[in-house]
């Protein structure tokens, strides 16, 4: 493999964990964000090497497109950028660095012990997953999981708005009492 | 590139992404490091599928894609009903069932 090759990769992979690592240490959240949106472009360069631009421009229009703009727009509407500093629950953050170590480590072992396929791909080849193939295949062979992920979408999305709407105003001015407002 | 990258760089991903989830208290970071988590799976889904040359993993990844989207948006307006009703979005505060 050429030198240039190896450099990129690597590049793209302290991109991908500098990213990771400063979205769960950055304290005020829209930071988090940002890091995140880096984190899933670094990634879609990653597909494009892999040879999946499909999913390499759906991964930047879906994900760092449309899901950190709601993401950003939650934060603002909230105001939670930062929390109040408080005491956290006691010994919670040993033991969630301890278990997030075991899991590492089992995983590291996991693929030692198993033999992880270490030799390189094939290179794909051009046509292998243009738009066309991967239109083909979804409206084929995937057509009912397709549907099913519309009723999917459109179930969350009669979900968030049900649970996000105010409570209207009936017709001669009075709010309706909500059943968890009337209690207190 | 040998197969050993990206599934090393996936299992960094996937704990990066466990640690963000144990330690955060604030629910939108916590929803991100999901985001992180799937963000992994999805690119072993790819690069498994370069390797095999089978196309179904990276179907796999746009199904996995929807159903993060519905997911978030579920989610955020479940944050966002807790906001209204609780006024914090503290974690730790979360601790009655009853609202």
Known sequence: MSLGLIFMYSALALVVVVSGIGLITSRNAIYAALFLVLNFVTVALLYIALGAPFIALAQVTVYAGSIMVLFLFVIMLLGAEQLPIAEPLRGQRVLGILLAVAFLAEMVLFVLLRGAPTVAGQAVSPDFSTPTTIGMLLFERYLLPFEMTAGVLLAATVGAIFMTRQPRPDRKGALPAMPEESKE | ?99
């Open chain 2, 1 to 99: 590139m040998p197969m050993s990258y990206f599934i090393g760089l996936s299992v960094v991903m996937f704990a990066m992404g466990i640690l963000g989830v144990l330690l955060r208290r604030n629910p939108l970071v916590v929803f991100m490091s999901l985001e992180l988590m799937f963000n992994s799976a999805n690119l072993l889904f790819v690069a498994f599928s370069a390797y095999h040359q089978v196309l179904d993993g990276q179907l796999f990844v746009f199904f996995v894609m929807t159903t993060a989207a519905a997911e978030v948006a579920v989610g955020l307006a479940l944050i966002v009903a807790i906001f209204k009703a609780k006024r914090t979005i503290d974690l730790d505060q979360m601790s009655s069932l009853k609202g």
